[in-house]
């Protein structure tokens, strides 16, 4: 049965908070658009990312512990494809030497990270 991206976003977040408490990386969600709260009685806007972000950041070290990886994620379902903005994200995250890949499953992203 496959998931959809919703699903799988989620079993994905769960996995990457037990490898972050474990000490084996930091991850942070990406959101794109814009959210509204209230706060002290009055609504404001906040822009979040901007259209095309990745869905995922994850930081971790490199082998000598010095410098760190960066890693952008892109989650997809089976059917689920890549947007015009996305694949214009992909370019300039590339373009600064970062990694940049699109994920179906939660078995990809653990081939992906190697733990």
């Given at each position: 049965m496959s998931?959809t991206?919703?699903?799988l976003?989620?079993q994905i977040?769960?996995?990457?908070?037990?490898?972050?408490?474990?000490g084996?990386?930091?991850?942070?969600?990406?959101?794109?658009g814009?959210?509204?709260v209230?706060?002290?009685g009055?609504d404001?806007?906040?822009?979040?990312?901007?259209?095309?972000?990745?869905?995922?950041?994850?930081l971790?070290?490199?082998k000598?512990?010095?410098?760190?990886?960066?890693?952008?994620?892109?989650?997809?379902s089976?059917?689920?494809r890549?947007?015009?903005?996305?694949?214009a994200?992909k370019?300039?995250?590339?373009?600064?030497?970062a990694?940049?890949?699109?994920?179906?499953s939660?078995?990809?992203l653990e081939?992906i990270l190697?733990?």
């Open positions: 998931l991206e919703a699903q976003k989620r977040e769960d996995y990457l908070t037990y490898r972050q408490n474990a084996d990386l930091m991850w942070f969600p990406m959101n794109s814009k959210a509204f209230k706060r002290g009055k404001y806007m906040i822009q979040l990312c901007d259209e095309g972000t990745a869905d995922l950041l994850i971790r070290k490199w000598g512990g010095v410098f760190c990886e960066v890693l952008f994620f892109e989650l997809k089976d059917r689920g890549t947007s015009s903005a996305q694949n994200f370019i300039l995250v590339e373009e600064q030497g990694s940049y890949s699109i994920v179906r939660l078995e990809e081939k190697g733990i």
